[in-house]
Structure formats: structure tokens, C-alpha cells
């Protein structure tokens, strides 16, 4: 049995109130977030560390 991918538009609803809710809401952070961001000098050092904290946890997992 192989998987055929859905074709769209999905036959479900996504824009439902709560979904709509959420993404207000993910919006306000991310504005927050970058408004933050902009005072970092270097902001590559923060993406940096947070991809080798992700690879840390991942090798520790593993061991």
C-alpha cells in the first residue's frame, strides 16, 4: 500500500476561531521577539548556540 498525498484544498476547516486565535497570538511574540532581537549585536551567535544546544541535547540523548 503506498501513500497518495491529499489533493487541496483539504476538506477540513483551518481557519476555525481558535486557529485564528493562536496565530494572533504566535504573531504578538514574534513581533516581541524580534523587537528583542534587534538589540543583539551579533544575532548569528544566538542562532549559533541554539543549534549546538539542540545538537548537545540529541548526542546526549543518544548515549
Known amino acids: 500500500m503506498s501513500y497518495s498525498i491529499p489533493t487541496l484544498p483539504l476538506a477540513i476547516e ?3 476561531v ?6 494572533a ?3 504578538r511574540y514574534l513581533a516581541e521577539l ?3 532581537s534587534r538589540s543583539i ?9 541554539l543549534a549546538l544546544q539542540k ?4 548526542f546526549s ?3
Open 14 to 16: 483551518l481557519e476555525t
Open 18 to 23: 481558535p486557529v485564528l486565535k493562536k496565530v
Open 55 to 58: 545538537a548537545k541535547e540529541s
Open 34 to 36: 524580534k523587537g528583542i
Open 61 to 63: 540523548k543518544s548515549s
Open 41 to 49: 549585536p551579533n544575532q548569528a551567535i544566538l542562532v549559533n548556540t
Open 25 to 27: 497570538s504566535a504573531h
